[in-house]
């Protein structure tokens, strides 16, 4: 298993971030981060991760505030902006995320991913009893649909079938999988990759 990224450090962690943002090359940053998969993706991957956490959204702010994003995100307004870029939201705002956004979101992601990685590890398990880790599922899924319904616009198509039982369950599956990977190490790199990657 790959050792965890040191997230306690927040000197490194900054620096990290000023360093992709001035070294990684975006090919047209208004275009691939306005990437209609891309903003999807990352909307419901925070929404899985309040699934698992119920205080997620007040822990986002606080590792905001901790890794130094103020200007990026000065309030909890300016970062639910960044959500509702999702196309798939009851009221979707228009626009983009510019590479400081994007790179900021990584980062809270994969921060976030490793504080629920014991929940990541149970789900993914393959050593628990069968009936156990389908009740898990159930459970989650029970959380994610109330989310969604809560959320997203159910009267739009991709919606609806994010709510069939067998469809709910493997796109639950993708995203679980996505942040168990982000946890380690090379957590960012990977999650870069997966939400830059067209679909």
């Known amino acids: 298993m790959n050792k965890m990224h040191p ?3 927040k000197i490194k962690q900054i620096d990290y971030f000023n360093y992709m943002k001035s070294h990684y090359d975006y090919p047209s940053p208004t275009l691939i981060i306005g990437q209609r998969s ?15 956490d ?4 007040q822990k986002l702010l606080l590792i905001s505030n901790k890794m130094g994003f103020n200007e990026i995100f000065p309030n909890r307004v300016e970062f639910w902006k960044t959500r509702s870029l999702n196309p798939l939201r ?14 900021a979101i990584i980062q809270m992601i994969c921060i976030m991913a490793e504080k629920v990685y014991p929940v990541l ?8 009893p069968t009936e156990i880790n389908k009740q898990r599922w159930e459970q989650l899924s029970l959380r994610i649909n109330e989310l969604i319904e ?3 616009n159910v009267k739009r198509s991709s919606v609806k ?13 993708q995203l679980i999988i996505t942040l168990a990977l982000c946890a380690g190490s090379t957590g960012v790199d990977r999650l870069r990759a997966t939400l830059l990657e067209p679909s």
Request: hydrophobic residues 45%.
């Open 150 to 152: 809560e959320r997203l």
């Open 121 to 128: 590890r149970q789900l993914l398990s393959t050593k628990e």
């Open 161 to 173: 079938k994010m709510l069939l039982n067998e469809l709910e369950l493997l796109t639950t599956k």
């Open 54 to 57: 119920v205080m997620a959204p």
């Open 90 to 103: 009851k009221a979707p705002r228009r626009g983009t995320l510019n590479k400081d956004q994007f790179e």
């Open 7 to 9: 997230i306690s450090n």
């Open 38 to 52: 891309t903003l999807i993706r990352i909307d419901l991957l925070f929404l899985v991760i309040e699934s698992i």
